[in-house]
């Protein structure tokens, strides 16, 4: 049996006593868990999990604890007011980062993952990098920026899609991805750094450069396959195979067939999480905060799941709840 095919075996073979818990998950008439299935009850001794917890911070953003490392995913916790969801976008909006809500929530850190360098992704990255000395992986874009932000070259690691680096208990691959398209089929911001740009001041001062999508694996636990934006390379995701997907929904649909190539490209999880669909310029409390367009959107999307994917449940997360696959 080739190491795809036993790979493949041996997640679906566990996936049939999967079980995702949570630690006060609400399916009330306003959050937006009421269009998930009800969790289901609690059976520990079924459970195939090591001693790992997610917890959503909104956006696509992710703090990951595998017993004493703390892994994080685009964390975007300053959540500031560029007018987006108000129709009053200001592109020359400030980087304001806030300390006061990002302390309490980042006491530690050793790895940061970035899957694309727009400000609701990455602002906060090179704050909580200097706070922690976590390690940065990014496209080169972030390598840049991190320098023009004062980290650490020693920090600061591009990647380009392709590399599987190994942490011991759990490893990371790194998978070449697109980023989402607009009505007009273009992107925000669009752009790369091929070098150290000064230091960063207005949300526009942040570009695209280039999207990356990394998978989890850990040791007598999940693998987990993260998103940040709603567009996919599919033919980059043979083999992946993940048992968890966390996928952005989408705000537009100029992206041709982007649930049914992404769910088939990671052969059909068993657990889909939307993410990127809550409004991120509110504060982090629960229930999360939707605009009436993203709130469709989103019930859109969990029905085509369902439609393409039968077999996978779809979760949609709280923040700040310790999620265990």
Do not use: C
């Amino acid at each position: 049996m080739s190491n795809l095919d036993r790979r493949r075996f041996l997640r679906d073979a566990a996936a049939t006593t999967a079980l995702v818990s949570a630690g006060g998950l609400a399916a009330t008439s306003t959050t937006p868990a009421q269009a998930a299935p009800p969790a289901a009850a609690p059976t520990p001794e079924r459970r195939r999990t090591g001693a790992v917890s997610f917890r959503w911070w909104g956006t696509a953003g992710w703090r990951i604890d595998i017993a004493d490392r703390t892994v994080l995913v685009d964390p975007f916790l300053s959540r500031i007011d560029t007018g987006l969801f108000s129709g009053a976008f200001t592109t020359d909006t400030p980087l304001t980062v806030r300390a006061d809500v990002i302390d309490p929530r980042v006491e530690k850190a050793t790895t940061i993952l970035v899957t694309h360098t727009h400000w609701d992704h990455y602002m906060d990255v090179p704050y909580i990098a200097a706070r922690t000395g976590a390690r940065v992986f990014g496209t080169l874009t972030a390598y840049h920026l991190g320098l023009a932000y004062g980290v650490p070259s020693t920090q600061l690691i591009a990647v380009k899609g392709g590399e599987v680096l190994d942490f011991g208990d759990h490893s990371v691959e790194v998978v070449g991805t697109l980023h989402s398209r607009n009505a007009s089929y273009s992107v925000a911001f669009p752009g790369v750094r091929v070098s150290q740009p000064a230091r960063p001041a207005t949300i526009a001062d942040l570009p695209e450069g280039d999207t990356l999508g990394y998978l989890l694996r850990v040791e007598r636990g999940p693998s987990v396959y993260f998103t940040g934006a709603s567009d996919v390379a599919e033919r980059n995701l043979t083999g992946l195979a993940p048992d968890v997907a966390m996928v952005a929904m989408q705000s537009a649909t100029t992206t041709g067939d982007y649930l049914p190539r992404l769910l088939a490209g990671l052969d059909y999880p068993k657990v889909v999480v939307p993410v990127h669909w809550d409004n991120f310029e509110t504060p982090l409390r629960n229930p999360p905060v939707v605009a009436p367009a993203d709130r469709d959107r989103l019930d859109e999307m969990i029905a085509a799941v369902r439609r393409i994917s039968p077999r996978s449940r779809v979760l949609v997360p709280e923040y700040e709840t310790a999620y265990h696959f």
